[in-house]
């Protein structure tokens, strides 16, 4: 039973992970398309780009990763060794 909540905890952390740097190639490809209409309408003066709303800070998508793992780290889920280890990813 302990390496079946072991294996769904990875599970979560690994979806977590990839939800977070989903977002943040999103990001970045929204960035870059920002940058490009910037340019496009220097080049073109009558050219208005669209506004865009700020995009969600990864800062809290690491945040909620990080409480998510020292939850699973309480249940006894994660090792320290696996805490760590995934600790020292979600940070980079």
Request: hydrophobic share 35%; net charge negative; aromatic share 4%.
């Amino acid at each position: 039973m302990p390496g079946l909540l072991r294996g769904i905890a990875r599970t979560a952390v690994v979806a977590g992970t990839a939800t977070a740097v989903s977002n943040r190639v999103s990001r970045r490809q929204g960035n870059r398309w920002a940058a490009k209409e910037q340019q496009q309408g220097k080049e073109d003066p009558g050219y208005e780009p669209e506004t865009t709303e700020p995009a969600d800070d990864s800062m809290s998508d690491k945040l909620a990763q990080l409480k998510q793992l020292g939850e699973l780290k309480e249940q006894g889920v994660l090792t320290d060794a696996e805490f760590e280890a995934q600790k020292q990813h979600i940070l980079g």
